[in-house]
């Protein structure tokens, strides 16, 4: 896939980042057993503090003028970054959009990151270990941790790497 774009979602991109995140919550409700509200919306505070909070920052993935997916950046201002949430459609898997997407987002804010997922998800584990590899070689490391407030749940995996602030395929 070629023609990808990444790039900072404003308010006027909330309504399409909004439908994209229930696909997102409905995809991760395998893996957490979480299911919507009576109304079929899904729990959505972290959506709301990407668009509102300043140390927060939301992208929006598109290809060939079409939604793709999106990415939250928390901790922009933190030592290290991490990758909030990272959602990419199902249509759009597999072709190289959600590698490109993680590339371009990662050299706009150099320096220490750190991904989340569930080992559970074994796409969201080859995907993940792959980004690591294609940024940073083999300098990063893999290790679990408790969901905070979930001890029903297993331990999320977090991946760690350093980007530099050019990176290349």
């Avoid at 696909?23 to 972290?46: I, K, N, Q, V």
């Avoid at 990407?50 to 030592?79: H, K, N, Q």
């Amino acid at each position: 896939m070629t023609d990808v774009s990444t790039r900072l979602a404003g308010n006027a991109d909330r309504p399409v980042v909004e439908r994209l995140w229930l696909m997102f919550r409905h995809d991760l409700s395998e893996f957490d057993g979480l299911l919507p509200h009576a109304d079929g919306t899904f729990r959505d505070e972290r959506l709301h503090t990407a668009f509102c909070e300043p140390d927060w920052a939301p992208y929006l993935l598109t290809s060939g003028g079409s939604p793709a997916g999106f990415a939250f950046v928390r901790s922009l201002t933190a030592p290290t970054r991490v990758l909030n949430s990272f959602f990419v459609v199902r249509g759009a898997r597999r072709t190289g959009l959600g590698l490109r997407a993680v590339q371009e987002i990662v050299a706009r804010h150099p320096g220490s990151w750190e991904i989340a997922f569930q080992d559970a998800n074994t796409a969201a584990v080859r995907f993940w270990r792959r980004v690591a590899t294609q940024i940073a070689g083999d300098a990063w490391t893999e290790e679990r941790r408790g969901v905070p407030s979930r001890p029903d749940l297993a331990p999320d995996v977090w991946i760690s790497f350093r980007a530099p602030a050019e990176i290349h395929d």
